[in-house]
């Protein structure tokens, strides 16, 4: 009898180990997928790297910083398309995969926009003009206000994606065809391509004070494109899914016109094609609203 062990010890183990429940650790991880939703994030680090020098010509084609900056997120936007194709083409899809998306695109799309959008601004506005990022602590209600459109706009990008995974995840993951608010994406993109087409349009020949009047009446366009492109991604309106609408399945010979001629533009002219693009894009949503509210006339009858 003295060599048997008690068992309530052994019991009581055990119920301590139910109650905290399992363990549940990732035992796999898609590498591919991965990677390229890493090269996403890192497309938004080097943007808002870019974005945070002072605004001139670099070595990198003679861009400005803002252009090179404005290029990264738009990598970062192909690295964003291709991740979720690949990891549904090698059947690799999962809660880790779509958690590590979103927190790429929050700084890809969230972060480095507005950030390039307070560069923008700063560059114009500010006291120096070349070094300053401009924030509340500046004594200018414009610069406060800039600010304040900034921090909108991060806290607007932050709820579109997680009310994106929210109803993804209740849907099952069914492939969708509308987004509910503009994707973080195509708001990113906007601000995005009209800093870019600002830069790439700067008169080279005009007088220095005339030059400086029309860029900074220029630049104080993009703060309110990037609230009304905020507001936009936590709204209800619809906006088509691209990939899913026009590029899956048989299509008609129309679509197939729409698609390549977008393309074709861009290789000419990328700055105005990106720019003329994303702005239809952000509005369509809008538009769409305004046609459904709008009530049809009825034809009478004879």
């Not at 109650?19 to 497309?43: F, I, K, S």
């Not at 610069?143 to 995840?169: D, M, P, Q």
């Not at 048989?250 to 693009?277: E, G, M």
Request: glycine share 8%; hydrophobic share 50%.
């Amino acid at each position: 009898m003295a060599d048997t062990a008690p068992t309530r010890p052994r019991f009581r183990l055990n119920a301590r180990r139910r109650v905290r429940g399992p363990r549940r650790r990732l035992r796999r991880v898609a590498m591919l997928p991965a990677m390229l939703t890493l090269g996403n994030l890192l497309c938004g680090f080097a943007a808002i790297h870019f974005a945070a020098k002072p605004v001139a010509s670099t070595g990198i084609f003679g861009w400005s910083t803002l252009t090179v900056a404005g290029s990264l997120i738009f990598v970062g936007m192909f690295f964003d398309a291709i991740d979720g194709f690949v990891a549904r083409l090698v059947k690799s899809t999962s809660v880790f995969g779509a958690n590590l998306d979103s927190l790429a695109d929050i700084v890809t799309f969230g972060v480095a926009p507005a950030f390039m959008m307070l560069r923008l601004v700063s560059h114009y506005y500010g006291p120096d003009g070349t070094t300053s990022i401009m924030g509340p602590e500046v004594d200018s209600v414009y610069a406060k206000f800039a600010w304040a459109i900034a921090a909108v706009y991060i806290c607007c990008t932050g709820l579109r994606l997680a009310r994106f995974n929210a109803e993804t995840s209740a849907a099952g993951g069914e492939e969708h065809r509308t987004f509910h608010g503009l994707p973080s994406p195509g708001a990113a993109g906007a601000v995005a391509s009209l800093i870019v087409l600002h830069q790439h349009l700067l008169p080279r020949e005009m007088a220095p004070q005339s030059e400086l009047l029309l860029a900074r009446s220029s630049a104080a366009v993009i703060p309110a494109v990037t609230l009304l492109v905020a507001l936009a991604m936590v709204s209800r309106m619809r906006y088509p899914h691209v990939a899913n609408r026009y590029l899956q399945g048989r299509q008609d010979f129309a679509t197939l016109v729409k698609v390549v001629l977008p393309i074709a533009a861009a290789v000419w002219w990328p700055q105005i094609s990106l720019a003329v693009a994303f702005s239809i894009y952000a509005l369509s949503g809008p538009i769409r609203a305004l046609r459904r509210r709008t009530p049809t006339e009825s034809t009478p009858t004879g």
